[in-house]
T-cell receptor
Framework: DAGVIQSPRHEVTEMGQEVTLRCKPI?????LFWYRQTMMRGLELLIY????????DSGMPEDRFSAKMPNASFSTLKIQPSEPRDSAVYFC???????????????FGAGTRLSVL | GQNIDQPTEMTATEGAIVQINCTYQ??????LFWYQQHAGEAPTFLSY????GLEEKGRFSSFLSRSKGYSYLLLKELQMKDSASYLC???????????FGKGNQVVVIP
């Protein structure tokens, strides 16, 4: 398996622009997670899906952020409008099953490094 | 809450042993995960502990004390490639999230 695939790897955009990050989880994994990592705050969970359904979006910072999972093999995280404080590395991860600790080993994609100018 | 506390940085010599500590304060705690993250790369899974005691996986071992809210990762026979950040994360049934600490940077020197 190719692992979790994220695109783009790097994104530079101007404040106010829309940003869309993409993720393909590992085939057969039922749970998908979006994280943001910064030096100040570390690795923070934004939202996770189980069987394509959003379960917990309490980490989504504000209404400018939205995430979708239209099918088992694709998810997007959208920021509209983007702001400089959104600059961070965004990781997508997947696991077999979020509800079972032994099956919740999360495998991370390579991340998207976002810079908002 | 799920406050995760890790010291920030340590330096160790190649071939040595280093212990990375992690304390957590959480109710409903059910397990503790360790991840390794090289600079500019994604976190990769190392191990997890559910029960008290030591879990050994080659050069890496992880220990858990549920009563003390404490875990450590032991890295033996350090190699240069072990230079990385090591993150601990607690798992709580109910919210089914991994709450990550900020990580401990280990620098291995010759």
């Amino acid at each position: 398996d190719a692992g979790v695939i994220q695109s783009p790897r790097h994104e530079v955009t101007e404040m106010g622009q829309e940003v869309t990050l993409r993720c393909k989880p590992i085939s057969g994994h039922n749970s998908l997670f979006w994280y943001r990592q910064t030096m100040m705050r570390g690795l923070e969970l934004l939202i996770y899906f189980n069987n394509n359904v959003p379960i917990d979006d309490s980490g989504m910072p504000e209404d400018r952020f939205s995430a979708k999972m239209p099918n088992a093999s694709f998810s997007t995280l959208k920021i509209q409008p983007s702001e400089p404080r959104d600059s961070a590395v965004y990781f997508c991860a997947s696991s077999l099953e979020a509800y079972d600790l032994a099956k919740n080993i999360q495998y991370f994609g390579a991340g998207t490094r976002l810079s908002v100018l | 809450g799920q406050n995760i506390d890790q010291p920030t940085e340590m330096t160790a010599t190649e071939g040595a042993i280093v212990q990375i500590n992690c304390t957590y304060q959480t109710s409903g705690f059910n397990g503790l995960f360790w991840y390794q993250q090289h600079a500019g790369e994604a976190p990769t899974f190392l191990s997890y502990n559910v029960l008290d005691g030591l879990e050994e996986k080659g050069r890496f071992s992880s220990f858990l004390s549920r009563s003390k809210g404490y875990s450590y990762l032991l890295l033996k026979e350090l190699q240069m490639k072990d230079s990385a950040s090591y993150l601990c994360a607690s798992f709580v049934y109910g919210n089914n999230r991994l709450a990550f600490g900020k990580g401990n940077q280990v620098v291995v020197i010759p």
